[in-house]
């Protein structure tokens, strides 16, 4: 498997707009890797994506992706399902006709329990989906807790984290097993099951302190600390799972870490990590 991180942003990428703060005007003038797209994952091997933010459709053409054998959704948040237009612009055909001679192309959308329940409640999702299903660019599948996935020779699990409408995936290949949560890590203990993966990719948390002096950044009361996993707490989810390799990603903008700046903090924290940026392609 080959893990490629095709957006390392969050909720706020970089640059955002009408914000001038150094790393965003950094980003604007050397443009990749400072700019983070919406969080999204490829794995090459399965070719399964995850999420589609709204950069989607330009972050697949950017990586030149090819087939993708399935997508899966981790959640409903808005920053990881509004490019899912991206079917449409990817697999619909405007110009075939007659009907029977317009080109069949469809992709498979895997959507966990939970997230399916979601996508009926929340931004229209599932009749979105629905609308793509009808005119045949997407085939659903609504999955069972507990139901597994075999693509290719990869299988796929997903699983419940603490804030238990969202999804971490568990890959299982040959010999190799990769670990994957898109976002929402607050008050995940990991279990035993999932230690000790090859690899694991994480979102890395907000910065309740600054990550290089330890200054505090947010105000001790502010409720995002009640349902964010902050980026010291993630340092503990990743002691406890003893991954032999981890990339941290769904960097926020609003934490003014620059690339850079995330290239030497492994350094100054004496950790071994990496932390993602768009593009970054990882062996497993
Ligand atoms: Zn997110
Ligand atoms: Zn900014």
Known sequence: MRVEVLGSGGATTTP?????????????????PYVRTGPSVFVHGPNVLFDTPEESKLQLDRARIGDIAACFYSHWHPDHTMGRR?????????????REAKRQHFTDIYLPQQVAVDFRAYLGGMEHLEFMQQRGWIRIHELRDGETVLIGDVEIRPFRLAEDYV?????????????????ELNGWVPPAEVCGADLAVLPMGICEY??????????????????????????????RLEAKRVVLSHVEEVDELGYDDLLRLPGALGRELTFAYDGLVVEV
Do not use: S
């Not at 299982?172 to 670990?179: C, E, K, P, T």
């Open 16 to 32: 955002r707009p009408g914000c001038t703060c150094r790393v965003c005007e950094e980003a604007r003038a050397k443009g990749a």
């Open 86 to 98: 991206v079917w449409e612009t990817r697999n619909g055909d405007f110009r075939g006709w007659p």
């Open 167 to 183: 999804y971490a995936f568990e890959l299982v290949g040959r010999d190799r097993r990769l670990l994957l949560a898109m976002d």
């Open 210 to 239: 600054d990550p290089f002096n330890g200054e505090r950044r947010l105000h001790r009361d502010h409720p995002v600390l009640q349902y964010e996993a902050t980026f010291v707490e993630t340092l503990e989810i990743v002691d």
